[in-house]
């Protein structure tokens, strides 16, 4: 199936974040990295704010199908949704997924696809006397901290370290969510 011109220009935004930065995204570095014009981006994303808006309900979207390929679909048990969840951190999610939570920390309506994704997907916070819940939200932290670690240290683990240390999480995450 062709590639839309829209989702040509949101993936195109993600290039741009993981070369040169969130604040590299212009209309013009867009159209150079797609051939497109300014105009025809205008006519999908009236602005750089909803360009930026739809760039992250895009990348949002990709990174929890990722996970929902690993879990068997979005209607997985809620052990699934965070087994897809904690290995997607600790593996797949991207420089840019990253980049783009961090910038919208501070705008409800930016941060708002990513809340979702993580409420579907990951462990939620537990409850003070909870100590199984509080075992499942610390592997969430664990696979969250390999991904950091990744993404701000430019030093990438081993392929048989990294997979190690995810072979702890996800059996402390099996161990508390059968016990």
């Avoid at 989702?7 to 212009?26: F, N, P, Q, Y």
Wanted: aromatic letters at 6%.
């Amino acid at each position: 199936m062709r590639t839309s011109n829209r989702e040509k220009a949101l993936d195109a935004v993600a290039e741009v974040i993981r070369r040169d930065g969130v604040t590299a995204v212009t209309f013009d570095a867009i159209a150079a990295e797609t051939g497109l014009t300014r105009g025809g981006l205008l006519y999908h994303f009236p602005s750089r704010e909803h360009l930026m808006q739809q760039a992250h309900k895009h990348i949002a979207s990709q990174w929890e199908a990722e996970m929902e390929v690993l879990a068997g679909g979005s209607d997985a048990p809620p052990e699934a949704r965070y087994a897809a969840y904690i290995q997607t951190c600790a593996q797949a999610a991207s420089r840019v997924q990253l980049l783009l939570m961090l910038e919208a920390m501070d705008d409800p309506e930016l941060a708002k696809p990513w809340r979702d994704v993580h409420d579907r997907w990951g462990p939620p916070v537990p409850a003070d006397d909870d100590p199984a819940a509080q075992e499942l939200f610390l592997a969430r932290l664990a696979a969250e901290g390999l991904w950091i670690h990744e993404a701000i240290t430019n030093r990438p683990l081993s392929a048989d370290l990294k997979g190690r240390l995810l072979r702890a999480i996800a059996g402390n995450l099996k161990t508390n969510q059968t016990g």
